[in-house]
């Protein structure tokens, strides 16, 4: 497994398989890698093939956080991220640092940036203004080192595979991008590196995101069909009684286009963040 530090060392790499005839499958990660990171590597080495060459990369992004956010604290152990993708059968990682992603920036010379301006307007959008043009950003700055034929993201994140997939299709970028189902605990909690600031309490209790979908599910599957303000005020009441986090936002939407539903069918789509002490976790689910 070779790991590469700069765009141009990846790029190089990247052009060299390309002309050997190998498919390019990528895996954008930040690290501290779990097993839901690994089932994307096994979605991308699926699309590829055993000659393709699969890359993950592990990049803490500054800015998609916002100056409150956990960057500093975001948990960070390379040794095992690259034990899990060797043991994985990844072909490279790209681990490059702060300086050569964003040059100048420290001294405020580093200025392009890319918006998605719809898509990425509702749901973590509203809690989190500034982040999806940092992921557009990066992302499009890593497409552009790893020159992908196709790119994995996760379900888990389910409004940040819609904005890339917006974003590629604006912005032309010539690769296929593919979403691999959310992996979770055996209690339903969705595999996240932010687990981790979990106490032993919040951990307990953090099923109640998962619990709240499945609630909705019931429920709509029950009715045939409910208002979304009514789903949102028991999500509300579930998560009081059920845990001492508090309710950041309850969604319905379509699950393609994100657009906010009134009257909640099977079929739709929920997204659900809630603070659990000072962890923000989210998730979301088919209705
Ligand atoms: P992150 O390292 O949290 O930025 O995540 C990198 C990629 O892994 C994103 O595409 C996430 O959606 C995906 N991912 C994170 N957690 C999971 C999970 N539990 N199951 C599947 N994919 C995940």
Not at 53 to 59: A, D, G, L, P
Not at 88 to 98: G, M, R, Y
Not at 136 to 159: E, H, M, S
Not at 225 to 238: D, F, S
Request: with cysteine; net charge positive.
């Amino acid at each position: 497994m070779r790991i590469y530090r700069t765009p141009k060392a990846m790029q190089r790499a990247s052009r060299q398989w390309q002309r050997d005839g190998s498919k390019i499958g990528f895996v954008p990660t930040m690290g501290y890698l779990h097993a839901g990171h690994i089932s994307l590597v096994a979605a991308a080495r699926k699309r590829v093939g055993p000659k393709g060459r699969v890359v993950v990369s592990i990049y803490v992004n500054p800015t998609q956080f916002a100056p409150h956010e956990d960057l500093s604290t975001y948990p960070r152990d390379l040794p095992h991220d690259l034990q899990l993708c060797r043991e994985a059968k990844v072909d490279a990682v790209f681990f490059p640092t702060d300086a050569v992603m964003y040059p100048g920036r420290e001294a405020g010379e580093y200025s392009t940036y890319v918006a998605e301006e719809q898509v990425s307007q509702g749901l973590e959008g509203v809690s989190r203004p500034t982040h999806f043009r940092g992921v557009t950003t990066i992302v499009a700055k890593l497409f552009n080192c790893v020159l992908p034929d196709v790119a994995v993201f996760g379900a888990k994140d389910w409004q940040q595979a819609a904005v890339i997939r917006r974003m590629c299709v604006n912005l032309d970028f010539p690769l296929k991008i593919i979403v691999a189902p959310t992996h979770r605990e055996a209690d339903g909690l969705a595999m996240s590196s932010r687990n981790v600031y979990l106490t032993p309490r919040e951990r307990e209790q953090a099923p109640v995101l998962w619990r709240s979908i499945e609630w909705c599910r019931r429920r709509v599957r029950e009715a045939g069909e409910l208002p979304a303000a009514t789903l949102i005020a028991e999500v509300q009441k579930l998560i009081q009684t059920e845990s001492t986090g508090r309710l950041d936002y309850a969604a319905f939407f379509e699950g393609d286009s994100l657009k906010t539903v009134e009257m909640v069918t099977r079929g739709n789509h929920m997204a659900i963040a809630v603070f659990l002490g000072k962890v923000r976790l989210i998730d979301n689910g088919r209705i």
